[in-house]
């Protein structure tokens, strides 16, 4: 994350200095850097460029309008797992003819909403749903184009709560059982068998698990493409980023850090897995999220109070889990630094937010500067999974979100006003 940095002593976002945006909008806010997006989503789209090939960026990882508007400025279609993902792509600009549906539960209408807008394939998750798209499908007179989801059974070596490869897991149907569905589906008239979509999890930090899956799945692909003329193979998303040391980075990505030894790269990713995605002479589509938005944004906020307790130094933020709730669901690290380099010894910190609930915490025993009320800190990689799980729990109002370009810096979104928290709720007639 090259684009946040120190100069001197005080951290900045491309050409704008983070504690100039607390000053102006006020705290805890996100800030992403375009030219990181940019960055990010080019090295991904390079690293493919021998074969035909689509990104699909995960926008469930960050659906902000100016930062889909980004990516769909450089070419990006985009995975989503809801109609509201679907009308969101339109709203920023983007092409659903470029779009892939994922998700486990799509609903009749979903179907039939990203069928009249032309989506690029659905990806299935079990059988009951070829036959729902079938119906919409035949309801409307169209044939929809679709994917299987393969589940691969393989564990991909990251936390419980992301692994989705496995036949532990809702996702895709299973690797033994894919055969006999497209063989099915093809008898069904209004389906278009366009392609096989596989995604065995996210944070995905090495190489051989994805290598693995694809090669445990591309002799199916191979035979599926040939007897039904398949368009297209997805190996999904997952690549997983550097959370530890993000600022660390050399003078060009996080990826060339120290701690990013051994990890996943565009540059792997293209010598590891073209050799076995090029034969296959298929279009490939690839779906990450994080990857590309991860180490493109981080949170601001401000310390509140500091409390020292026996045991502890608990450094009170304003902002909580409900702003960022990684920590407290997935037990994610984020960096945390001040915006003002601080010298001096470091003291074993707790950085806590304000909602009542001991879930509510960034980060417990770390070595952190000592911080006083008023300082602002900043928690890295916070561009992934951030803003968009956010809540308005404790009646904390949406925070905004800055978007970056060099020099320049705007609101990508305002900050909630509170009253607009409750403007969909009324006290009902038989209690007034
Ligand atoms: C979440 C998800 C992704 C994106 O995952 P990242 O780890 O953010 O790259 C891609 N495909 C599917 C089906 C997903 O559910």
Redesign the pocket.
């Known amino acids: 994350m090259h684009d946040f940095r120190y100069v001197g002593k005080h951290l900045f976002c491309e050409g704008v200095e983070l504690a100039a945006l607390a000053e102006k909008f006020g705290t805890p806010f996100y800030v992403y850097s375009q030219n990181t997006l940019t960055d990010h989503f080019q090295k991904l789209d390079q690293a493919l460029a021998p074969l035909d090939h689509l990104v699909c960026f995960?926008m469930?990882?960050n659906s902000n309008l100016s930062v889909m508007r980004v990516l769909a400025n450089l070419g990006s279609g985009f995975?989503v797992?809801s109609s509201g993902e679907l009308q969101r792509v339109i709203a920023a600009g983007g092409d659903p003819r470029k779009c892939v549906f994922?998700g486990v539960a799509k609903t009749e209408a979903e179907i039939e909403f990203a069928l009249r807008k032309g989506i690029y394939s659905f990806?299935v998750e079990s059988e009951p749903e070829i036959v729902r798209i079938n119906r919409v499908a035949g309801r409307l007179k169209k044939r929809a184009p679709i994917a299987v989801?393969v589940n691969p059974n393989i564990a991909a070596d990251t936390h419980a709560k992301?692994t989705?490869g496995t036949y532990e897991n809702k996702f895709g149907i299973q690797f033994e059982q894919v055969e006999a569905v497209y063989a099915r589906a093809s008898k069904l008239p209004n389906i278009w068998l366009r392609g096989v979509q596989m995604?065995i999890g996210?944070?995905l930090t090495h190489v051989e698990p994805y290598e693995q899956a694809v090669t445990k799945v591309t002799p199916l692909v191979q035979k599926l493409a040939a007897k039904y003329k398949l368009e297209f193979f997805s190996p999904?998303?997952?690549?997983g980023i550097v959370y530890k040391t993000a600022l660390d980075s050399g003078p060009r990505q996080w990826w060339s850090s120290p701690s990013a030894k051994g990890i996943l790269t565009p540059a792997l990713y293209a010598e590891k897995l073209l050799p076995l995605l090029q034969p296959l002479g298929l279009r490939i589509l690839i779906?990450?999220?994080?990857?590309i938005v991860g180490n493109a944004g981080v949170l601001v906020t401000r310390v509140e109070y500091v409390k020292r307790t026996g045991q502890k130094n608990f450094v009170i933020v304003d902002a909580a889990m409900n702003d960022l709730i990684r920590p407290a669901f997935y037990d994610a690290f984020h960096e945390i630094v001040p915006l003002a380099k601080k010298g001096g010894a470091r003291i074993s910190s707790d950085v806590v937010g304000p909602i009542c609930e001991s879930g509510d915490y960034f980060c417990k025993d770390r070595p952190l500067p000592r911080v006083g009320e008023g300082d602002y800190l900043a928690l890295l990689s916070a561009g992934?999974y951030g803003f968009v799980m956010a809540s308005n729990y404790n009646t904390r109002p949406l925070i905004p979100e800055i978007l970056v370009r060099g020099t320049q810096f705007a609101a990508a979104r305002e900050r909630q006003k509170v009253a607009d928290i409750w403007s969909g709720e009324k006290v009902v007639a038989w209690l007034k």
């Open positions: 995960a469930k990882a995975d797992v994922a990806n989801r992301i989705t995604h996210s944070q999904g998303g997952g690549l779906e990450p999220g994080r990857f992934a």
